[in-house]
DNA sequence: GTCTATACGGAGATAGAC
DNA sequence: GTCTATCTCCGTATAGAC
């Protein structure tokens, strides 16, 4: 924002010679202003007490250039919303093609789900999702965009892992789809739920290993083959 | 509010004599009034965007009755939720006393997380928990009363039962709370998660009971004593 | 494409009569 | 305690110049 103000004042390069923005990429690094601004307020004050003026103060334009771009409040926040879900989610997705394959399946549940905890814990993502659950009754699209998402980046690879898994004898999960439904939410879930209602509950490092421990363990003794 | 309009033309009963309500009662039927009408509202609208004028509407008061009795808006979502929340949890309690005494542990645990799935899973208390959630950031207050009376009402009993049937050898559970949470996660928890994202996704009834049995399974597996 | 300036409605809250 | 009428401000959205 500080840099578009001194183009508009005739910027220079190191040489004298006058810098002429390409205006569509003028107009997508404003685009992203206003997303970022948008997504920030929508974070601090929920869909109904954001307020365009806010954003329009946070992202350095003019609130009739964030109206031309995204047309309305609710479609700002559409847009903000479903542009930053599948980002959130595609951080997990590296860890889980490794669990049909490893040597420990202990060892790799915990330290699938640990990742996962770790990151769907952080502030940020604990806010998105209250924010999304908060609004679902007015925006249902964000309850199916979020289901879509984290199954797919996932629950999905995470039910096929499960499926090689039993039909090499690894595993004796009959409905691998629950099964998986029941890892997370016994490992994830516990803790995920505490930070719902008490988002600055301190959970100690040593702790959420131990809860996510044994939730594997709950998990095992049901399912795994001797 | 019918009722109300009669008492101020001269109300009478079946003799003929005039009803005069006692003036207390009347202000605690506005204020009943008042605390169902904004209920009805703040869980269709969220808080924000829930409106004074819709809740006097609704209440059939004046707008100044109601700043009279609450103060302010937040001040009376904080009255109405707060208010709530123990009555909707209060329903929950009195399975769990027989879980001690159980003759069949395994079929105790599933009629008692089948009767708080099904009241969990009802669309009003399921708003009231989005509400909840998407407003924690503002009112952490809330957060602190729904595990206050979440756990004093269902963790915290079911966590002396496992106590207890620990002592008696009925059960081998080394943290009865973090067990409780456990098993709620992997009963309850899953279906809620679902309802959470997906308002009227339906769950069959046999459904319910399949995944709660395989919870109580998954549960047991690890912590029945042989 | 982007801005400034403004339209227009509805928000929360209160003054003052009864 | 309760009402009617009103204050004041801020909300979303747009018109029109450049």
Redesign the interface.
Same mark, same amino acid.
């Given at each position: 924002m500080g840099a578009e103000a001194q183009d508009a004042q005739g910027a220079t390069d190191e040489y004298g010679i006058p810098i002429i923005p390409d205006p569509a990429d003028a107009a997508s690094r404003k685009r992203q202003a206003i997303i970022d601004a948008a997504l920030a307020e929508f974070l601090?004050? &929920? *869909?109904?007490?954001a307020s365009m003026d806010a954003i329009t103060r946070g992202s350095g334009v003019s609130k009739a250039t964030i109206y031309k771009h995204f047309g309305s409040k609710e479609r700002l926040f559409l847009a903000v919303i479903g542009g930053v879900l599948p980002k959130t989610y595609a951080d997990l997705e590296p860890s889980n093609s490794t669990i049909a394959d490893a040597p420990d399946l202990r060892a790799a549940l915990v330290r699938l789900t640990t990742d996962w905890a770790r990151i769907l814990l952080r502030p940020d993502i604990m806010?998105l999702r209250? /924010?999304?659950? &908060?609004?679902? +009754?007015?925006f249902?699209q964000l309850?199916?965009l979020? *289901?879509r998402v984290s199954y797919d980046m996932n629950n999905g690879p995470l039910v096929e892992a499960f499926t090689e898994l039993n039909a090499r004898g690894a595993l004796a999960a009959p +409905?691998p789809k /629950?099964a998986v439904?029941?890892l997370v939410?016994?490992t994830v &879930?516990?803790p995920q $739920?505490v930070r719902?209602?008490?988002? +600055?509950a301190v959970i100690e490092d040593a702790e959420l290993t131990r809860?996510i421990s044994? &939730?594997v +363990? $709950?998990?095992l003794?049901?399912y795994a083959t001797a």
């Open positions: 601090a004050e &929920g *869909y109904s007490a806010s209250r /924010l999304v659950i &908060g609004e679902i +009754d007015r249902p309850g199916q979020w *289901y +409905d /629950l439904q029941q939410a016994v &879930g516990v $739920l719902t209602f008490s988002p +600055d809860v044994s &939730g +363990d $709950l998990f003794a049901r």
